[in-house]
């Protein structure tokens, strides 16, 4: 500073003592000016290093808030400091960390009412307070002063201010409070810190709202990207001038393109398949919805699909996408195409049996001079018998399925079952059908009883047993094991027969599902409903604790066989079964 700045000396006279306060006042008016133009550059500075461009991103807030906080303690020569965010949920302020001063415990709890103390006045007033002795102060918190250690402070509020081109304020709301605590070397905080404060905090507001509406629109965003991606249908969007703006990852699976490859390029180059092309291309031109199904694939590959293209305009009218939406439907058609072969093999299947029946029922009326001896009347008898059998356990699938198709409860009869005896007599009646198997039952000697549908389980064991016969052309062992697994017991039918191709095995615990790769299996009469039955019988069956009976393939290999398992409780209950 220049000599002539410097104050008076004792001792000077009247007149010299007017000049000097001249003097003064003409140094107070630069001092003034020079701190008006440091609070400018500092306000420039602190925007400038302070908020980056756009923060979109929490920790990215974080850091830049934390540079921020440091800043402002040290120009307002405080041991603390802290922005607190007015919630409107719970009428409460909290801690928008990072705090400077503050162990994270504080940082944690601290939560200041807005009607309670400095942080609430302020908070409301939107004025700022001074408070040079927090424990006598009577606006404080005397809890959180302790709790802080709070000697004195200033909290300021943040403002969010709208301006106008003239830097007018046109709209203002207060967010929250910021705080400084304890002015180091045991000093009193004045108005001059009051008046920097007041600044900064003006930037502090616009900084977290700011952020906090980016990071909310980047979330928001993110969000609808990642529920576009994961939807099952696949979406893709075309701007106005035919350039390929998004592809989900199921429409890039079914256009057979990563998405990278596609978007940003015209539609008609990057898109491949002329029909989709020809579905974005009408509705851009057409400037209409165009609905149409297509199919992408050959053969069993093949996937069809409901494809929809809409046509979305801006506020003017003007086209400015077109989203084609592209919905699978090929599971659908394979259970219409399957639901229309289900009931042809039902006609037959039911038809079969009548037929024998009929045949052996007329050939015994027409025998009216006993040509038939009592042995083979016995065996046309027994015949007879059996298809009866074969057709009361068609229709009691069929009766079964309808229920489970219209959402009914399978209702179970519980009773005991000794499941070694009633494996006996199924092993017997279904030995009975075939002479090239052999069919045997491994159970441990004392196999206990349990609790269930007899009725149910002869059905899943008919099933079971009746699939491990039919899919075992060239004959060969067919065993049903029983095990006691202490709360489960399970059941083991395994057969040497066709086995299952690896990609059916999923699969055919579905309605209508039959393995069609071989000409053994397709040559085998089905009607691709039995094991779906079985595994809902099975699930029927639950215990105390709601745990469910299951079946599953256990093994299987092309050609040499397959082991399927089922799963019971010991102690089914009627209530869960029910439910
Ligand atoms: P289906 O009436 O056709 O036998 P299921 O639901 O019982 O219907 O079985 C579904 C499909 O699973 C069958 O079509 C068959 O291809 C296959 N499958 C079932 N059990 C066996 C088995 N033990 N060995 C080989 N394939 C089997």
């Keep these: 500073m220049a000599d002539d700045t410097r104050p008076p000396q004792d001792g000077s006279g009247p007149g010299d003592m007017r000049k000097e306060l001249e003097r003064y006042k003409i140094v107070v008016a630069e001092l003034q000016r020079k701190i008006k133009g440091m609070e400018a550059q500092l306000s420039t500075a602190t925007t400038m290093a302070e908020m980056p461009q756009v923060i979109v991103t929490k920790p990215k807030l974080h850091e830049t808030l934390q540079r921020f906080i440091r800043k402002v303690a040290m120009i307002s020569q405080a041991e603390k400091a802290a922005i607190m965010l007015y919630s409107p949920e719970d009428g409460e302020l909290t801690v928008l960390p990072p705090a400077l001063g503050l162990t994270a415990e504080q940082v944690k709890f601290l939560r200041v009412k807005a009607t309670e103390g400095v942080t609430g006045l302020v908070f409301r007033e939107g004025t700022p307070v001074v408070f040079n002795d927090a424990v006598r102060d009577e606006r404080t918190i005397k809890d959180n002063v302790a709790f802080l250690n709070v000697r004195n402070g200033v909290t300021v509020p943040l403002i969010i201010k709208k301006r106008?081109?003239?830097?007018?304020?046109?709209?203002?709301?207060?967010?929250?409070?910021?705080?400084?605590?304890n002015k180091r070397m045991g000093m009193d905080f004045n108005e001059e810190d009051v008046r920097l404060l007041q600044m900064l905090a003006e930037q502090c507001a616009a900084i977290v709202s700011n952020a906090q509406l980016y990071i909310q629109l980047s979330e928001e965003k993110e969000e609808l990207e990642e529920t576009l991606q994961s939807i099952k249908a696949g979406v893709v969007a075309v701007n106005g001038e035919g350039e390929i703006r998004l592809v989900n990852s199921a429409a890039s699976t079914a256009l057979g393109s990563a998405a990278v490859d596609l978007v940003g390029r015209p539609f008609q180059e990057a898109i491949v398949d002329e029909r989709i092309k020809a579905i974005l291309n009408d509705a851009l031109e057409s400037k209409e919805e165009v609905s149409r199904e297509i199919s992408l694939g050959e053969g069993r590959e093949a996937r069809h699909f409901q494809a929809q293209a809409s046509v979305m305009r801006g506020d003017n009218g003007v086209v400015q996408h077109v989203v084609a939406i592209l919905n699978d439907i090929t599971d659908i058609r394979n259970v219409e195409r399957m639901k229309t072969a289900f009931v042809s093999t039902v006609s037959h299947e039911l038809r079969t049996p009548l037929t024998s029946i009929k045949g052996f029922i007329a050939t015994l009326l027409e025998d009216e001079e006993g040509y038939f001896d009592d042995a083979t009347r016995r065996e046309f008898y027994e015949i007879i018998d059996q298809q009866c059998d074969r057709l009361t356990r068609l229709i009691s699938d069929?009766?079964?399925i309808s229920r489970i198709e219209s959402g009914r409860s399978l209702d179970l009869h519980l009773t005991k079952?000794?499941?070694?005896?009633?494996?006996?007599?199924?092993l017997a009646a279904q030995q009975s059908y075939t002479d090239r198997h052999r069919l045997k039952l491994e159970a441990p000697e004392g196999f206990p009883e349990i609790i269930g549908d007899q009725d149910k389980i002869e059905q899943i064991?008919?099933?079971?047993?009746?699939?491990a016969i039919k899919y075992s052309p060239d004959g060969g062992e067919v065993t049903v094991a029983l095990f006691d697994e202490g709360k489960?017991?399970?059941?083991?039918?395994s057969d040497q027969g066709l086995g299952i191709p690896e990609r059916h095995r999923e699969r055919i615990f579905e309605r209508f599902h039959m393995?069609?790769?071989?000409?053994?299996h397709r040559s085998v009469k089905g009607t691709g409903i039995g094991l779906y039955l079985v595994k809902a019988l099975a699930q029927a069956h639950k215990d105390g604790s709601g745990e469910a009976g299951d079946v599953w393939l256990a093994h299987s290999v092309v050609d040499e066989g397959s082991t399927f398992s089922v799963r019971l409780p010991k102690a089914a209950d009627e209530g869960k079964a029910q439910a």
């Design 164 to 181: 106008d081109e003239e830097d007018k304020v046109v709209e203002q709301r207060t967010i929250g409070v910021m705080h400084v605590f």
């Design 398 to 400: 069929l009766l079964n």
């Design 417 to 426: 079952v000794f499941l070694v005896p009633v494996c006996e007599r199924i």
């Design 461 to 467: 064991l008919d099933n079971l047993l009746g699939n």
């Design 488 to 493: 489960t017991i399970r059941i083991d039918v």
């Design 515 to 520: 393995v069609d790769d071989d000409v053994d």
